[in-house]
């Protein structure tokens, strides 16, 4: 993996965006999409209906695409993100499950976006306040507003980062935080938060959307529950290749850093371990 | 001072949050995520407060009889003359330790509710605290608790007093942070009351955005105000701030709370089970 380097400002896998990073989206998507109740919770069958052309940002390695494609065939579903490899994994995906619905491309969503006017019912984006600085926000949005038709939707999930009882989770987020604000991803005004979810609304309003709604989701990942294993799998392999952001910008020793991820695996696999991630989607429709 | 074997409430905080209040009011269910309140005649609120919560659930539920118990006085008078002056006459306001050993007869109550308690007891009282909530319901009743994380907001001075409340529950051993980062009372409330003896346990979040222009607005920055003024000896006396820093905090705070882009959310869980 390429050495963070916190003067690039471009989207950016902080955690690479190696096959193993694929997989580890991946089992991210059906971890999160499992919490929420679904693709699409919120939407009333009949607004399903309405949506033929659907757009997913930051799609990673398809995950969410795939499978909205998959449950509904009337609709054309895209995927942009900014891997190469990413977009390959999806398409090959997308080949073998014989989906011919959904297509993936390479886009960087921190630049105008390779889209007509107009041309989605639904704009969708999640997680990506993992992925760009809180300065690419606003310019993001007048794309995503441009390029979604009158009367369609706009819709952003956001999670704030988890809260447990381990004292290596919480010190590990608090390290990244440090780190995320030494790289602009940062929305907290205290370091204790992401901050993400107070931002949602205000995106949505900020470009012009009316009807705003939000639904709160939360990933119970404590030992015992159902998601704890793959909770588990997920962190310990995210800290890991979260290593050398968070060593490269400074925000921890090497060696902290190793004691730190040892004591997770130990922690996390008591029975006495108790976790939880708060998401928030908020959606919005162009008058 | 004499050790209890339940909690002491005094040296605590204030009631930390009212996420749901909002919720309540606007929509009139107090219980939205109780599928059948047909079968609930009797409801215990513990540390009723102001009553507010109380008195909307008996009036949304005339079959009811809510209790509220609570030990401040000043305020179980003010819950009863609230509960008067709304002719809402399903709903009691007695004075009793809510955390101590309950004057009353075991299996009494259908169902026992308590909200956003985490800031009036220590963490190692949770268990017997419960278990005494549990005693006082009936077979098939159930224990129902609601509490939040702090809010998240994007501005400074209301985050930073969050965060200075967090690190003094820390201190105070009222948290279920191993450090102090966050409160971590709500991934903790599923498996107290397992621990408690209560069987089919649910959770379900829930969000209040109270930022400017949003409908919890007024309430709750209100509702703040006053909170994060009357938490101010509780944080003075586990060290965490000063006078000067907390009082210019909270100065830059109301600033922020009436200002147009002022954003902040409260995500807070509602767990429950059942008495087997």
Redesign the interface.
Known sequence: MEKYDPARTKNWYILGDSTTEGVHLIEQDVNFNTSMGGLLPEQSQESLTHMSHVLDVACGPGGWALELAQAHAHMQVTGIDISSNMIEYANAQARASGLDNARFKVGNITEPLDFPNESFDLVNARHIEEVIPVTAFPPLFQELYRITRRGGVIRITGS?WG?????AY??L??RLLRASRIAGLD????G??L?I???L??FLREVGCVNIQ?R???L?F?AGMAQHDSGYRDLTLAFELMQPFLVGVGAAAPQEFEELKQRLSVEMLEN?F???V?T?TAWGQKP | MATSPFAERGGGTPRLFNFDLPFVKKTDQPLPEQTDVSTIQSILDIASGSGEWAIATAQAYPHMQVVGIDNDVPMVESARAQARARGVDNVHFTIMDPFQKLEMPDSSFELVNARFINGFIPAEAWSKVLSEFLRVTRAGGCIRLTEG??P?????A???I??MI?QALFMTGRS????G????I???L??LLQDAGCQDTR?V???T?F?AGMEAHADLSDDFSRTYRLVQPFLLNAGVTTQEEVEQLYQQMQGEMHADDF???G?Y?TVWGKKP
């Open positions: 704030e809260v447990t009882n381990s004292f919480e010190t987020m608090r929305f907290s005004a205290d204790r938060n901050g979810t107070p931002w609304r205000r939000e709160p989701s939360f119970d404590s006495s108790r976790g939880i708060y928030l | 994380e702090l998240i907001s994007s501005n400074p209301f985050a930073q969050g965060g967090s279920f942070s191993p450090e980062r966050l409160l971590s709500t991934p903790a599923q498996r959770q979040v829930s969000v955005n930022s954003s902040a959310v995500f869980l």
